[in-house]
Structures are given as C-alpha cells and as structure tokens.
C-alpha cells in the first residue's frame, strides 16, 4: 500500500498519475508554495533568535519545519514546534527509520519465526500504528469538514476522487489513503530536515565557503526583503554548495526498490523479468570519474572554469526513471529558500567546546548527521 514502496502495477501508477497532478495543483514549484515555505522560515528564525549566543541544538528545529511544511500540503494544517501531535509525529517517523535498517530489522526480515516474539523491532509496529491512528484521526475530521469539490489540501482531493469513483472497481480507498498520508509525510520529513542538517553542519566547519555564501546573496538580494526562488539562477556559488550538501549528504542511498518488468539484457548480463533492482546513489555521488572532488566538500563539483553553476549527470539525489521522487520539486524549493534565507540573517558557528566534527553518517531507510550543536550569532550586513 502507499505509493513509495509498493509493487508496480496498476494501483502505484494510478496513485503516482492522480499525487503528480494534485501535488501540482496544490502549488509545488509556484508561488503559493513559496509563501507557505516562506511562512515556515520566519518559525525558524524566530528560535534561532531566541538562541542567539547560546549553544543548540538544531536537529528538532529542522524536523518540525520539514514536517510542517508537507503538512500544510497535504492536511492543510501547522503546528507549533511546543504542539504535542506535532512531537509525536516527528518521534514515531524518527524512530521508524532508526528502526528500518537496525539488525533487529535485518533478523525479522532473515528469520520468520521470531516475528511473533517481544522482540526490539515491535517497537517499529507500535510506532507506525500510532501514525495510522494519527493519519485516521485527521482524514475523520476533513470527512466531517469538507465540502465536496472544494479540496483544501491533499486530503481533501482524495476524498473528492474516492466519491467519483465509488460506483467502479478502483485501487482507491480510505485504507489505500491512510499509507498514501504516511507514505508522503515520512519521505517529505526525514529527507529535507536531515538534509538540512549536513548542510549547516558543513556549512559551520568550513566558514570560508559560508562566508562566500554569503557574499553572494547579499549582493543579489540588495535592495530585497525576501528571496525566490527564481533567484537561483543568480547565485551559482550558493546552488553549487546546495547541490554538494545534498551530494554528501547521501539522504537516501539505495534509492526505492525498482522491479523489471520484463526479461532485460543489459550490458551483457540477462536479467528476469520481476527481478527486484536496488538503485546504489551511494556509488553514483561518490563515483571516481565523476566528481572532481569525490571523497570531500567542495563545490567546485558543481562550477566549472568560468565559475558558472553546471549538474553532472551523476547527481541523482532523487533517483531517477518512474519512480523518482515525488516532492524534488518541493524539496529542492525548501532547501533553496531556507538555507538561503537564513544565511543571510545569521552566522552558524561551530562550538568551540564541540571538539573535531564528526561528518560520519547514521545509517538507516534515510541517511542522517549525528547529533550537533550549533551556535549563532546575528550578521552585521554592510
């Protein structure tokens, strides 16, 4: 069920055809989604400010942002940081990725006769029930509040197509909707915030390449209140640096499962149809005769000679073919506009009692930085 991780046929691509256009409708990659992203931003800013001088932690700041933005897509709904729905939703899609590729995982998976056992990786069952019963709870009330053909958000749109096709034989269904929610909210969190991570993580350890950073939006954001995306196209140091986080960061390193559909021969290897297929991005964004710089941060990766913004064809931090990623488009949109914007009001300084940074990353479904202190400190812009 869903439509992430689930079998090729005619329910994903009816479910994948029907979250496109919706998703689309719903403002990803226009202006009414810069405002709600905007919007979020002036949240961040405000915790930020509360700590200025003062040694924090960033990883819950960034996972409520993340989480509130696809929540406002897709239940039309916020939350504030303090709010307890919102801490439980961040804590259970959390520990369910902590859990996804633990050995407990690997040993369910390897050994059937221990899945009825009190054993650690129920804890994942009980978790990603209690998101069930969260993502039941809030499809109840848009049923109760909805006025049919006047969606408010995703919710709302799926509700309106489940009426149209009540009559027919359709994949569509409220069960099919609560996994689509799930499904949508985890990969619309743990990717972004924890891209956001890496990035201000590398961003304090190598105070040059922020300071150039920026240099550059202060110049195109003179005379500016509030950046857009379009201003990108503007910036080819800052996109370089965008880019090379999300190549470090490695968020999701073996992509979704694909399946071959029929029998392939593929570089003189025969390959069965149903063959399960597993992307490695891991090899592909650290690939020797790809990058200049494969095994560090630079964004020289992304730039060439004249110091233009160019993207290897070796970056695929969304995948690639049927299956790639559903929100790129917002994500590439909040990881632009958030780490533009907060750059251009504050300075991130590695702690001086931090010790060494360690950028080793913590394996799971999605790829995360361990745990960092941060400190910050307003700019004084010329």
């Known amino acids: 069920?869903?439509?992430?991780?689930?079998?090729?046929?005619?329910?994903?691509?009816?479910?994948?055809?029907?979250?496109?256009?919706?998703?689309?409708?719903?403002?990803?990659?226009?202006?009414?989604?810069?405002?709600?992203?905007?919007?979020?931003?002036?949240?961040?800013?405000?915790?930020?400010?509360?700590?200025?001088?003062?040694?924090?932690?960033?990883?819950?700041?960034?996972?409520?942002?993340?989480?509130?933005?696809?929540?406002?897509?897709?239940?039309?709904?916020?939350?504030?940081?303090?709010?307890?729905?919102?801490?439980?939703?961040?804590?259970?899609?959390?520990?369910?990725?902590?859990?996804?590729?633990?050995?407990?995982?690997?040993?369910?998976?390897?050994?059937?006769?221990?899945?009825?056992?009190?054993?650690?990786?129920?804890?994942?069952?009980?978790?990603?029930?209690?998101?069930?019963?969260?993502?039941?709870?809030?499809?109840?009330?848009?049923?109760?509040?909805?006025?049919?053909?006047?969606?408010?958000?995703?919710?709302?749109?799926?509700?309106?197509?489940?009426?149209?096709?009540?009559?027919?034989?359709?994949?569509?269904?409220?069960?099919q909707l609560i996994m689509y929610a799930i499904d949508l909210q985890f990969a619309g969190t743990d990717t972004t915030s924890n891209t956001l991570l890496t990035g201000f993580l590398y961003l304090m350890t190598h105070p040059d390449i922020q300071e150039r950073c920026q240099q550059e939006i202060d110049q195109v954001m003179e005379g500016k209140d509030q950046i857009c995306f379009d201003d990108r196209h503007n910036m080819p140091f800052t996109q370089?640096?965008?880019?090379?986080?999300?190549?470090?960061?490695?968020?999701?390193?073996?992509?979704?499962?694909?399946?071959?559909?029929?029998?392939?021969?593929?570089?003189?290897?025969?390959?069965?149809?149903?063959?399960?297929i597993i992307p490695n991005l891991s090899s592909l964004l650290n690939e020797q005769g790809q990058w200049k710089f494969p095994n560090d941060f630079n964004p020289k990766n992304f730039l060439n000679?004249?110091?233009?913004?160019?993207?290897?064809?070796?970056?695929?931090?969304f995948s690639a073919g049927p299956r790639t990623c559903l929100g790129e488009g917002l994500a590439r949109m909040e990881l632009f506009l958030i780490m533009v914007t907060l750059l251009k009001k504050f300075k991130f300084i590695w702690p001086e009692d931090a010790g060494e940074p360690d950028y080793t990353l913590v394996y799971g479904a999605t790829q995360t930085p361990k745990p960092y202190y941060m400190k910050v400190q307003l700019r004084e812009i010329q």
């Open 305 to 317: 000679n004249k110091g233009e913004f160019v993207k290897p064809e070796a970056f695929m931090p």
């Open 1 to 175: 069920m869903g439509v992430i991780v689930v079998d090729y046929g005619p329910r994903w691509k009816e479910h994948r055809r029907f979250a496109l256009m919706t998703l689309r409708n719903f403002g990803l990659g226009k202006n009414t989604m810069e405002d709600r992203i905007h919007g979020e931003i002036q949240h961040i800013i405000k915790t930020l400010e509360k700590n200025i001088g003062i040694k924090m932690s960033p990883q819950v700041m960034f996972h409520y942002a993340a989480t509130n933005i696809i929540c406002q897509v897709l239940f039309g709904t916020r939350y504030e940081y303090d709010d307890e729905l919102n801490k439980e939703i961040v804590r259970c899609l959390t520990q369910i990725n902590k859990a996804i590729n633990g050995p407990w995982a690997m040993l369910y998976d390897s050994l059937p006769f221990i899945r009825s056992l009190p054993l650690p990786f129920t804890k994942a069952f009980r978790n990603m029930e209690t998101v069930r019963t969260l993502a039941k709870k809030l499809i109840r009330e848009h049923k109760k509040s909805r006025v049919p053909g006047e969606p408010r958000d995703f919710l709302d749109c799926y509700l309106d197509e489940l009426e149209k096709r009540d009559s027919e034989k359709t994949t569509f269904s409220e069960e």
């Open 240 to 276: 370089a640096v965008i880019h090379e986080v999300q190549r470090v960061a490695n968020t999701v390193p073996l992509s979704v499962v694909h399946c071959t559909t029929r029998d392939t021969d593929l570089m003189g290897y025969s390959i069965p149809k149903g063959t399960v």
